[in-house]
């Protein structure tokens, strides 16, 4: 089994920057799980 890979921080930091450059996926189109889902209906539900 290979070793973790290593990044230098320069590389890491452009990891991050380009993560955060990325536009906001439309809520609809974003996964949500099951339990996530009840806490936000849980006030309604009761």
Known sequence: MPG???YTR???DEFVHA???L???PRNEQ???VSDAMKEIR???L
């Open 4 to 6: 973790a890979k290593s």
């Open 10 to 12: 320069a590389q890491w």
């Open 19 to 21: 993560l955060e450059a």
């Open 23 to 25: 536009p906001e996926k």
């Open 31 to 33: 996964r949500v799980s």
């Open 43 to 45: 006030a309604q539900i």
